[in-house]
């Protein structure tokens, strides 16, 4: 009793110094693995660093701000008031290159805009990146090829195995012991060693099985293929291969092979055609909605170009009223000094034509600077190929204004502005985004039952060829037939998704509604501009005809002795300004007809835009 005390007390000391030393010999392990990798930690590449020359630029621009130092960049010195009025006395507008021009009309402008601009440009790939999420959804049930194969190899200690307890029912286990024993003790069969080894295996005793030391190698590959199906189903059909070979201390050959077949199908939740598609199909109405906005911004980007058009085309017509009304000014002031030297008037009207001059000259300026903008802004939007922004190639409108008055209905424009706007569309296309969700969230909320199918042959021979061969003469093979299922307790998250996606399609009809109301409004609103415009026009031609017969009075007076020249000069100052506001008025009308075009969705009957079609159909 005291030596098994002290062998049990001596068994948990070393059992407890064995633990003491693995955990020592862990942590040792840990701090040195720590140590080796601590440098590398920390090196600057793990830290995800810029290149020190680019990042050193790159702090250098993000906190200095730099000076525009003007007097460097000019090119000649500058010069004050005083030099800069004697230059302009000194230039003659007649030596002046003549630029090169082109001729636009507003079929070409739109032409240009489909081919060239190049904010639609960037939206046109709207549509190829919504293509590309059709193929995404649709690549979902794609079949995919699974390919493996490992090579393994053993030199095994001696193991202990599993525990067991023999009966009288474990005859071919009884039989397979007593043959090794036999092997392991030399013996041939005698009767001794026979009926102690029955009477050992018998009786009911717990032994522990023991693996012997050996070395081994297996192999074992699998070759499958697996088939998403639209009806949620996944589809298995593999071939596997597996060979084990002992090396000692007895050699041993087996090869197994295996061929199998599965399937399984929800039948509440992802079960159907019509949920496993719904992707596919929002994907396809996104494709249609970014067609859609490319088109919608094509319309914009045409009536902006035609915009600009009739900008120049203002911008022009305002600086051939200025040159015309300087070219009257000079005539004048050249009238006031011949008579002023003939003494027929007094030299104070030399200093009213004179300063009458100056102030058509300042308008002129204006007028010159205005239409270069204008001239600039059109060639951005055209982006023509060679004609640069500040390129001295002048752009000039072929096609005439369309001064008619049309009588529309309101009504009439209104219906068919909200059939023809590309934003209603966009929005229908939602909506039936929305009920294609609705109906896939609803499946969501359905419990998960699976209905599990499997089927597989298998066999063993001596090589794979064989085993293969054997397997399949389909008497040795397994059958099975389940069913799974997954209720959550209480469904609160799939509920959620549902009530939120009927809540973005109620949000979206609201939307529809209100968007359909700002169309109304827009329409009509186009059209009171429109038709206040042509009473523009009216009101600002009568005035340019009275103010050139006041004007032509005002200089017959004038020669007769009755005005001064101060009063000619405003008669000229009014023509001028009656002028320019009838090309406003002329500018204004055509882009109110293009915004009543535009709030109906549809351009302007110059052409047909045959080329919108050809790119978004």
């Known amino acids: 009793m005291i030596v098994s005390e002290a062998k049990l007390k001596l068994g948990r000391r070393a ?321 006031v000094q011949k008579r002023t030297q003939e003494g027929l008037i007094p030299a104070i009207e030399v200093i009213r034509a004179e300063v009458g001059v100056a102030q058509q000259l300042e308008s002129l300026i204006i007028a010159e600077t205005t239409e270069r903008i204008a001239e600039r802004d059109l060639k951005r939007i055209l982006n023509i190929e060679g004609l640069d922004l500040n390129s001295p190639t002048r752009l000039l409108s072929a096609t005439p204004p369309r001064l008619l008055l049309y009588e529309l209905s309101a009504d009439t424009l209104v219906r068919e502005a909200v059939t023809n706007r590309m934003e209603m569309l966009e929005i229908e296309l939602a909506v039936a985004a929305d009920d294609l969700r609705i109906e896939f969230a609803k499946n969501q909320t359905l419990p998960l039952i699976t209905l599990d199918f499997e089927y597989g042959l298998l066999d063993r021979g001596g090589s794979f060829g064989t085993a293969w061969q054997n397997a399949w003469d389909f008497d040795k093979g397994d059958f099975a037939v389940g069913i799974r299922g997954e209720i959550p307790v209480t469904n609160e998250l799939r509920k959620s998704q549902l009530r939120r996606a009927v809540l973005t399609r109620t949000q979206r009809l609201a939307t529809r509604s209100a968007r359909e109301l700002s169309i109304r409004q827009e329409v009509y609103d186009a059209l009171d501009v429109l038709n206040q415009n042509w009473q523009r026009m009216l009101a600002a031609r009568q005035t340019v005809i009275a103010a050139g017969v006041n004007y032509d009075a005002e200089r017959k007076q004038f020669d007769e002795g009755t005005r001064t020249m101060r009063e000619v000069f405003e008669a000229l100052a009014q023509l001028g300004d009656a002028q320019s506001r009838e090309v406003s008025a002329i500018v204004a009308y055509q882009v109110a007809l293009i915004d009543l075009a535009y709030a109906t969705g549809t351009l302007l009957g110059y052409s047909k835009v045959d080329v919108l079609e050809a790119r978004f159909d």
């Open 15 to 335: 059992h407890a110094w064995r633990r003491r030393s693995f955990a020592c010999a862990f942590l040792t392990q840990t701090f040195a693995a720590a140590v080796l990798l601590a440098p590398v930690a920390g090196c600057s590449l793990w830290r995800g660093e810029l290149d020190p020359a680019f990042e050193k630029k790159l702090e250098t621009r993000l906190r200095n701000i730099d000076l525009a130092r003007l007097e460097a960049k000019s090119s000649t010195k500058p010069l004050t008031i005083d030099e800069g009025l004697e230059q302009m006395k000194q230039s003659d507008a007649s030596t002046q290159p003549v630029p090169s021009s082109m001729e636009l009309t507003i079929e070409e402008i739109r032409r240009h805009v489909l081919g060239n601009n190049l904010d639609l440009a960037i939206y046109m790939l709207d549509p190829e990146i919504s293509r590309t999420r059709i193929s995404e959804e649709e690549a979902r049930f794609d079949a995919a090829i699974m390919v493996g194969a490992r090579y393994k190899k053993q030199d095994l200690p001696e193991l202990d195995g599993d525990v067991v307890q023999l009966s009288e029912k474990s005859t071919s286990l009884d039989k397979a012991i007593k043959t090794f024993e036999k092997g392991l003790s030399g013996d041939k069969g005698g009767k001794s060693g026979e009926s102690k080894s029955e009477q050992g295996l018998t009786d009911g005793s717990t032994v522990k099985l023991t693996e012997v030391a050996q070395r081994k190698e297996s192999f074992d590959a699998d070759l499958g293929l697996l088939v998403p199906l639209p009806t949620g189903a996944t589809l298995r059909l593999g071939q596997y291969y597996d060979q084990d070979n002992k090396l000692s201390p007895f050699s041993s050959d087996q090869s197994i092979a295996a061929t199998r077949f599965s399937l399984s199908q929800p039948l509440l939740r992802n079960a159907g055609v019509d949920v496993n598609t719904a992707a596919i199909r929002i994907a396809r109405l996104g494709e249609k909605s970014s067609i859609a906005r490319t088109k919608l911004v094509a319309i914009r980007l045409l009536a902006a170009a035609e915009k600009a058009y009739w900008k120049l085309y203002g911008a022009r017509e305002l600086l051939e009223i200025r040159r015309r009304l300087i070219d009257l000014a000079e005539k004048n002031l050249e009238i």
